[in-house]
């Protein structure tokens, strides 16, 4: 969250949170330090049409759309700026929802954005029906009561077709998390002595528990990796710590135990929202996909192949009445889903990570692949198994080499001619306000593309080379110039490595010139492609 006293004042000339939110609730839920500046594809309603196709289910069409917990409102604000979707959503920590309403205002789009808890909000009697409601990094950080109220919500406003998507910390996976976890939230809870805020009881817990992993303890012996994970968590901004660990609940759940609750309202499995999940046969040997095979039940199997991979997180759909695809949906399906190349196309690799380590495409699949896309253009799943008609590639291996360089983040889905029309001008907005923000605070580093209909990667930095760009200065170097200034009236240099320093004034030269001309000849053509500018 910027310190820009501007946000500051609109905090206190709004309503105070404790008048839509029960005190229980905050007193669960960590309020004092802001969720990171987040954006997350996960969300995008553009990526259900293209798993469904994957999962032979029949995706509905999205008209309305709900996110629950939406944090800072960057995924909620980009969507809606990036579609003709009307969203709606809630999170009861004001600061986030000022933010929110920002992005907004300068994008002009009429999401409602509300600062209600879940019990208020989910109780409202003015929302419409949704075709989409998600929830991301919400469901194992809250209370029992809080799930049963969404579970609620999910069954009375989540229309015949709809889809919702939770994702939460999955078991078996985060079972060696849960004692660190424990100690850490305990020890920021309980310990006796004066610890000041919680970035301090952040850091103190951690200390911690690393003082108690080194006297050797049995735990560490039936857990292994505790200090690897301890480690790992050192590394984590506190923005994100707080909001991970040191909340009342947290609770990783078992796939089978999250259906039982799911079911009720009327909710089944569709399919996982992490693409390389659709593509087991990579990742596991013959013997896991025999083992596999030989059970019946499909919630059983699902949750036997999380312990195969020893699964730390699920993102899934679940729906209502699902349809499978038909011949005719497909064909529908092939035709409107459009992928978008956002990364440098002589960059691209055809290795991926899967749950098991490295995996890779054959190059003479991917490669012509790619090369129908180097144009930087939106081209049709259709026309690009066309495109490559003469190498006999089934349309089923075009789907898996896209949807591998989606999960990459190297492609992109994209919206339609018409709809990227349509909302240009809102995305325009909201990066033309990102921009004038980004000269004041480094927080927020992403922009939104009309054509993707979400976030596309733009640090700080390169905001500025924008900025220095639109302002019609000449070259890239200029643009560089203009960035060191902001940077230096900003914080006396410019931001180097390591968080909170500065590059040496000696150094920024010859380094940002190189970065800036690679950029300039590199990422900005791309961004300039997703008409971010
Ligand atoms: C871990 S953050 C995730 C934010 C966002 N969904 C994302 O993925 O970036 C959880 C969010 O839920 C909000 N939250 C927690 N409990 C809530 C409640 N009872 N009612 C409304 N919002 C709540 C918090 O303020 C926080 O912004």
Redesign the pocket.
């Known amino acids: 969250m910027t310190d820009n006293p501007i946000f500051e004042v609109d905090v206190l000339s709004r309503p105070s949170v404790a008048a839509s ?1 029960s005190q229980s ?1 905050n007193d669960r ?1 960590v ?1 004092d330090i802001t ?1 990171t500046m ?1 954006y ?1 594809p996960e969300i995008n309603p553009l990526l259900i049409d293209f798993s469904f196709l994957l999962a032979g289910l029949r995706a509905p069409s999205i008209k309305t759309a709900c ?1 629950l ?3 800072q409102g960057l ?1 909620l604000n980009f969507h809606a700026a990036g579609s003709t979707i009307s969203w709606y959503g ?4 004001l600061k ?1 929802v000022l933010f929110a309403e920002e992005l907004a205002k300068a994008s002009g789009t009429n999401c409602l954005l509300s600062p209600q ?3 208020a909000f989910c109780a409202r009697d003015d929302l419409p029906d949704f075709d989409f409601i998600c ?4 469901w194992s ?2 209370d029992d009561e ?1 799930r049963s109220i969404i579970v609620e919500f999910l069954q009375r406003k989540l229309k015949p077709g709809g889809v919702a998507y939770v994702s939460y910390n999955a078991l078996p996976g985060m079972t060696d998390v849960m004692p660190i976890r424990k100690m850490l939230s305990e020890h920021a809870s309980l310990a006796n002595h004066d610890e000041g805020d919680l970035a301090s009881k952040i850091e103190n817990a951690i200390a911690f528990v690393e003082k108690f992993l080194a006297i050797n303890p049995k735990l560490s012996s039936s857990f292994p990796h505790m200090m690897q994970r301890l480690n790992h968590i050192k590394k984590q901004p506190k923005q994100y710590l707080a ?2 660990y040191f909340n009342s609940d947290w609770k990783p759940v078992h796939f089978t135990d999250m259906k039982s609750v799911l079911e009720p309202a009327g909710l089944q499995f569709a399919c996982s929202a992490n693409l390389i999940d659709h593509f087991s046969d990579i990742y596991l040997d013959q013997d896991q996909i025999d083992f596999l095979n030989s059970i019946d039940d499909v919630s059983m199997r699902e949750s036997m192949k999380d312990s195969i991979i020893n699964q730390q997180f699920r993102a899934d759909y679940w729906i209502k009445d699902p349809q499978p695809l038909s011949p005719a949906d497909k064909d529908a399906a092939l035709k409107a889903i459009r992928v978008v190349l956002v990364k440098d196309f002589e960059k691209m690799t055809p290795e991926f990570m899967t749950y098991m380590g490295t995996a890779s495409l054959h190059q003479s699949v991917c490669d012509p692949i790619l090369a129908v896309l180097s144009d930087y253009k939106p081209h049709s799943l259709h026309d690009i198994h066309q495109a490559v008609e003469a190498l006999s590639l089934s349309i089923e291996q075009v789907l898996r080499v896209v949807a591998i360089f989606i999960a990459k983040e190297d492609l992109a889905l994209a919206n339609s001619d018409e709809v990227i029309e349509q909302v240009s001008h809102s995305c325009e907005r909201i990066n033309t306000y990102l921009l004038a923000r980004g000269t004041i605070a480094d927080d927020v580093n992403y922009m939104v593309s009309p054509l993707t209909g979400g976030g596309v990667l733009v640090p700080n930095i390169e905001q500025l080379y924008l900025v220095g760009r639109r302002r019609k200065l000449p070259d890239p170097v200029s643009w560089m110039k203009f960035a060191w200034d902001v940077n230096y009236s900003r914080i006396g240099g410019i931001l180097g490595e390591e968080p909170g320093s500065t590059m040496p004034e000696d150094d920024f030269g010859d380094e940002l010139k190189a970065h800036v001309h690679q950029w300039g000849g590199k990422k900005l053509p791309i961004l300039l492609a997703l008409k971010i500018k």
Do not use: M, P, Q, V
Not at 90 to 93: A, K, L, Q
């Open positions: 939110s609730d839920y309020t969720y987040n997350k996110e917990g939406f944090g995924s809630n999170d009861f920590n986030h808890a879940f019990r929830l991301h990094g919400i950080w809250i809080n909001h991970e």
